[in-house]
C-alpha cells in the first residue's frame, strides 16, 4: 500500500487534470482547478524542506565542532534572521537590507563568475577538431560579434548574418528540439498517469 | 611562433584579470559605439503601443538577484513604457526572489510617480508551484492569490475588480531566467497576448515561438534592454554597458582564436597539445 | 566612495565571492555558507506567506476545513526527515507529480506539438523557409534513436546534427553574451555604486 497507494494517486490526479481540459464538463472543472490550487499549498511546504535539511546537517557541525564549523553558524543565523524578518513581513528594514544588500550582490556575484570559467574553459578546451566543432565555433562567434555593438563597426554585415543564424538554422534546430520535447513531455506524462513511470517513489521501504 | 605558443598557454588568473580590466575600463571611459535597435525590440515596443490608457496586464517578474544585470533593465524600461501609456500594472511571480524585486521595480517606477497602489498597480506576491500555480493564477488570479505581497484581500483593490481569469487582462508580460514554454503552455489557451523578456541564454530557444506568434514580442538579455533604453530615449545602465560588452566579446573571441591556433601549431610540430580534450584546470 | 553601510557590506561580500577566481580561501567558503542561509531563509519567509494566505486564512476565516487535506499532505513531505515515516512523504509527491506531469501534458500538445507543426508548414518559395522546414525535419530525424537508421535517414540525420551544432553555437554565443553581462553589472555595481569610478 505504501507504494501503490502513491501511484494511484499520480494517476487519478493526473487523469483528472487532463480529462478537465479536454471535456467541458462542469465538475471536473471546478475540481481540477482547486487541485492545482492545491498543489500550490503542497509546494509552499516544500520551501521548508532545504532548510530543515540544511539545519539538520550543520547543527550537528556546531554542535561537533567539526571542521569549519563557525561557517555553518553562519548559514543557520543567516538563515533564522532571515526566516523571522520575512515572517514579520516584507516590509521591514532588516528583510530589505537582507535580500538589497546581502541576497542581491551575493547572488550576482556568484552567477557573474561563471563568465571567467567560460573565458578559461573555452580557451583551453574549445578547439575546431571536426566539421561540427568548426560550425559550433563559427555559429557562436558570428552570433557574439553580430549582438555586440563593435561587430557592426568591425564589419556591417555581422549583425545581419547573426540574425540570418538565429532565424533559420537556429530556428530549425530549436523547433526541433522543442517538438522532440514535447513528445517526451507527452510520454513521460502517460507513463507516470499510467503507473509505469515510478521514479518519484524513491527507494524501497 | 614561440609567441603564439605561449598565447596559447597563458594563467587564468592573468585571463581573470586581464577579462575584469576590459570590462571596466569601457565603463570607467565610454567609447560611445552606436547602438542599433533591432526588429524584435521594435515587435515589443508597438506591442506595448496598441494598449490603451486603463487596461491592465499582468507583470511576471521570475527572475533572481543573479540575473537583475540582464533582465532589470527590460523589467525598467517596460514597466516605465507601460506608465506613459496609462496602462494598469498587476504583478505576479512564480520565484521567491522575484516578489522583492517586484516590489522594488513598482514602487520605483509607478509609486514614484505618484500613481495609487491598489488602483493603478497592484503586487500579489510570489506564488509556489511553479508551472501548476502558473495554471491555476491565469485560470482565476483571485482564487489563486487570495490576499497581495502586503497582506491585503485581492478582491478589495479597485484593480482587480472584474478579474475573472487571463481574458480579462490585455498582456501577459513576463521576465524569466528559467521559462522555456510554460506560459505559452498555460496562458496561450486562453489567447492572453504574451511577451516575453529572457536571459541571453534562452534567446535562442524563443525564436521558434516568435516566428510561429505564440509570442507577440521578445526582448533578449542586456542588449535587449539596452535597445529598448534607446528605443524609449532613456539611456541608462544597459545602453551604458553595451561598450563593455563588446569589448569582452573581443577579449573572448580572440583568446579562443589563440587557443586554437596554439593547438594547432603544436599538432603540427608533434607535440602534445594544450586542450581540446580534459582539462582540470578552469 | 560610497558612505552607505548597505552598500558597503554588498561590495566587501562581492569581493570575498570573487576572491574564489584567485584562490580558494575561507572568505569565499563564509560567503558561500552565508549565501545558501540567506536563500534558505528567503525561502521559509516566502513559503510561510504563501501558506498563511492560501490555507491558514480560507481555514480558520472562511471556513474552507477541506484546505486540511492539502496541508496534512504538506507537513507530510517532512516525512521524509524521519527514517519510519519516510513512507508518508510519497503522497504529497505523487500528488505534485502527478498534476504537475498532466499540466505540462496537456498544454505541450496543443502548444509545443500542433502549433510548432503549423508553423513550419510554410511555402517553399524562398531559401529560408526551405531551411526551416527541411532543416526541422532533419534535426527531428536526428533523434530517432529506438531503430538502426538505414542509408538514406542516417544522411538526413547527419544534416540535422550539423544543424544541431550550429544552434548549439547559438546558444553558446548568447550564454557567453549573458555571462558577460552579468559581469559586467557586478562591475557597475562596485565601481559605480562604491567606488563612484564610472559616472
Redesign the interface.
Known amino acids: 500500500m505504501?507504494?501503490e497507494?502513491?501511484?494511484l494517486?499520480?494517476?487519478?490526479?493526473?487523469?483528472?487534470?487532463?480529462a478537465e481540459?479536454?471535456f467541458n464538463v462542469g465538475i471536473l472543472k471546478t475540481w481540477g482547478?482547486e487541485?492545482?490550487?492545491?498543489?500550490?499549498?503542497?509546494?509552499?511546504?516544500?520551501?521548508?524542506?532545504?532548510?530543515?535539511?540544511?539545519i539538520?546537517i550543520h547543527s550537528r557541525k556546531m554542535i561537533e565542532r567539526r571542521g569549519?564549523w563557525?561557517?555553518?553558524v553562519?548559514?543557520?543565523?543567516?538563515?533564522?534572521?532571515?526566516?523571522v524578518?520575512?515572517?514579520i513581513?516584507?516590509?521591514t528594514a532588516m528583510?530589505?537590507?537582507?535580500?538589497?544588500?546581502?541576497?542581491?550582490?551575493?547572488?550576482?556575484?556568484?552567477?557573474?563568475?561563471?563568465?571567467?570559467?567560460?573565458?578559461?574553459?573555452?580557451?583551453?578546451?574549445?578547439?575546431?577538431?571536426s566539421?561540427?566543432?568548426t560550425?559550433?565555433?563559427?555559429?557562436?562567434?558570428?552570433?557574439?560579434?553580430g549582438?555586440?555593438?563593435?561587430?557592426?563597426?568591425i564589419w556591417s554585415k555581422f549583425?545581419v548574418l547573426a540574425?540570418?543564424?538565429?532565424?533559420?538554422?537556429?530556428?530549425?534546430?530549436?523547433?526541433?528540439?522543442?517538438?522532440?520535447?514535447?513528445?517526451g513531455?507527452?510520454g513521460?506524462?502517460?507513463r507516470?498517469?499510467l503507473g509505469i513511470d515510478r521514479s518519484?517513489?524513491?527507494g524501497s521501504? | 611562433m614561440k609567441a603564439l605558443l605561449w598565447l596559447g598557454n597563458v594563467d587564468r588568473r592573468i585571463l581573470y584579470l586581464l577579462m575584469g580590466f576590459v570590462l571596466l575600463v569601457p565603463l570607467v571611459k565610454p567609447m560611445g559605439l552606436p547602438i542599433s535597435v533591432s526588429e524584435y525590440t521594435e515587435n515589443v515596443y508597438n506591442e506595448i503601443e496598441k494598449l490603451s490608457p486603463g487596461d491592465r496586464v499582468f507583470l511576471d517578474f521570475n527572475y533572481t538577484p543573479g540575473s537583475i544585470a540582464e533582465l532589470q533593465a527590460q523589467a525598467d524600461s517596460i514597466t516605465k513604457h507601460l506608465l506613459r501609456k496609462g496602462v494598469k500594472v498587476i504583478a505576479i511571480c512564480f520565484s521567491p526572489e522575484g516578489a522583492m524585486i517586484a516590489d522594488d521595480t513598482l514602487n520605483r517606477i509607478y509609486g514614484g510617480a505618484g500613481k495609487v497602489y491598489g488602483e493603478d498597480y497592484c503586487h500579489l506576491g510570489y506564488l509556489a508551484g511553479g508551472e501548476t500555480a502558473q495554471g491555476a493564477f491565469i485560470r482565476d488570479p483571485l482564487k489563486a492569490c487570495p490576499q497581495d505581497f502586503y497582506g491585503t484581500p485581492s478582491s478589495s483593490l479597485p484593480i482587480c475588480k472584474g478579474l475573472s481569469n487571463g481574458k480579462d487582462v490585455q498582456a501577459l508580460i513576463y521576465f524569466t531566467t528559467g521559462y522555456t514554454a510554460e506560459w505559452i503552455r498555460q496562458a496561450g489557451p486562453l489567447g492572453v497576448p504574451i511577451i516575453a523578456g529572457v536571459i541571453t541564454v534562452l534567446g535562442p530557444a524563443q525564436e521558434a515561438f516568435v516566428q510561429s506568434g505564440q509570442l507577440k514580442g521578445l526582448l533578449v538579455g542586456m542588449r535587449g534592454g539596452a535597445e529598448y533604453e534607446i528605443i524609449m530615449d532613456e539611456p541608462g545602465s544597459a545602453a551604458a554597458a553595451m561598450d563593455a560588452q563588446s569589448l569582452g566579446h573581443l577579449l573572448f573571441i580572440l583568446f579562443i582564436i589563440f587557443g586554437n591556433a596554439s593547438y594547432f601549431i603544436q599538432k603540427k610540430y608533434g607535440k602534445k597539445p594544450v586542450g581540446g580534450g580534459r582539462s582540470h584546470e578552469y | 566612495m560610497s558612505t552607505d553601510v548597505g552598500v558597503w557590506v554588498s561590495a566587501l561580500l562581492t569581493i570575498a565571492a570573487y576572491s574564489f577566481l584567485w584562490k580558494e580561501n575561507r572568505f569565499f567558503r563564509a560567503v558561500e555558507h552565508l549565501f545558501v542561509g540567506l536563500g534558505a531563509g528567503y525561502g521559509i519567509a516566502m513559503g510561510y506567506s504563501n501558506i498563511v494566505s492560501k490555507a491558514w486564512n480560507p481555514i480558520t476565516k472562511e471556513g474552507k476545513l477541506y484546505l486540511l487535506i492539502p496541508v496534512i499532505m504538506g507537513v507530510m513531505l517532512f516525512g521524509r526527515f524521519v527514517k519510519s515515516l519516510r513512507w508518508t512523504s510519497r503522497f504529497p509527491l505523487a500528488f505534485i507529480v502527478g498534476t504537475g506531469a498532466a499540466i505540462a501534458l496537456r498544454g505541450a500538445v496543443e502548444q509545443q506539438f500542433v502549433k510548432q507543426i503549423q508553423a513550419t508548414m510554410m511555402p517553399l518559395t524562398s531559401v529560408g523557409n526551405l531551411i526551416i522546414v527541411v532543416g526541422t525535419l532533419c534535426v527531428m530525424s536526428y533523434f530517432f534513436f529506438t531503430f538502426p537508421k538505414n542509408k538514406a535517414l542516417s544522411s538526413v540525420s547527419t544534416v540535422g546534427r550539423w544543424i544541431l551544432m550550429v544552434t548549439f553555437g547559438a546558444a553558446f554565443g548568447n550564454g557567453v553574451m549573458g555571462r558577460i553581462s552579468l559581469s559586467i553589472g557586478v562591475l557597475q555595481t562596485l565601481f559605480g555604486e562604491w567606488i563612484h569610478l564610472i559616472k
Open positions: 505504501r507504494r497507494l502513491p501511484v494517486i499520480a494517476g487519478l490526479s493526473g487523469a483528472l487534470m487532463v481540459y479536454f482547478l487541485m492545482q490550487n492545491w498543489g500550490v499549498i503542497i509546494a509552499a511546504f516544500a520551501l521548508g524542506l532545504a532548510a530543515v535539511s540544511l539538520r569549519e563557525y561557517n555553518s553562519l548559514l543557520v543565523g543567516g538563515m533564522l534572521v532571515t526566516a524578518s520575512g515572517i513581513g516584507p516590509d528583510f530589505r537590507f537582507i535580500f538589497e544588500d546581502m541576497i542581491t550582490p551575493l547572488g550576482s556575484a556568484f552567477y557573474s563568475m561563471v563568465a571567467y570559467y567560460l573565458l578559461s574553459a573555452a580557451y583551453r578546451t574549445f578547439r575546431a577538431r566539421f561540427e566543432a560550425a559550433l565555433l563559427l555559429s557562436g562567434i558570428i552570433v557574439m560579434l549582438s555586440a555593438p563593435i561587430g557592426e563597426v549583425p540574425d540570418w543564424i538565429m532565424q533559420f538554422p537556429n530556428l530549425a534546430g530549436s523547433r526541433g528540439v522543442l517538438v522532440g520535447a514535447a513528445v513531455t507527452v513521460i506524462g502517460v507516470i498517469i518519484y517513489l524513491g521501504e
